[in-house]
């Protein structure tokens, strides 16, 4: 029997990408199985615990509950996105020394 997979193209952290999940894969499946974002927790996996928060379009959104298909044409931000905008806010907000932004670059790998 052949897989029915979707090609979808998302927009996650800023980046276009293309995928082909199977379609009943959720957001948060194609997160963590297929780019490799783990930072979106797979917990109770039906709603109710919120490890797979995602911004969706800038507001919180269950991932595990939404499927992939549905993000299609809508800015997705998981916590690996979020951290590297922090460091970014932080290094041009607060003027601080260069040694700062660096060792901070330097620690998110
Ligand atoms: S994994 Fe618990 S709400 Fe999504």
Redesign the pocket.
């Known amino acids: 029997m052949v897989p029915d997979l979707s090609v979808l193209r998302l927009n996650i952290n800023g980046a276009d990408v293309t995928v082909a999940p199977p379609a009943h894969w959720t957001l948060?499946e194609v997160l963590r199985y297929q780019l490799g974002l783990t930072g979106s927790?797979?917990?109770?996996?039906?709603?109710?615990?919120?490890?797979?928060?995602v911004l969706f379009d800038g507001k919180a959104r269950?991932?595990?509950?939404t499927l992939a298909v549905d993000a299609v044409g809508h800015r997705v931000t998981t916590i690996e996105g979020w951290s590297r905008r922090t460091v970014s806010m932080t290094c041009s907000a607060r003027s601080t020394t260069a040694a700062h932004c660096n060792a901070a670059s330097a620690s998110r790998g």
């Open positions: 948060l927790k797979q917990g109770c996996d039906k709603g109710d615990c919120g490890a797979c928060t269950l991932s595990c509950i």
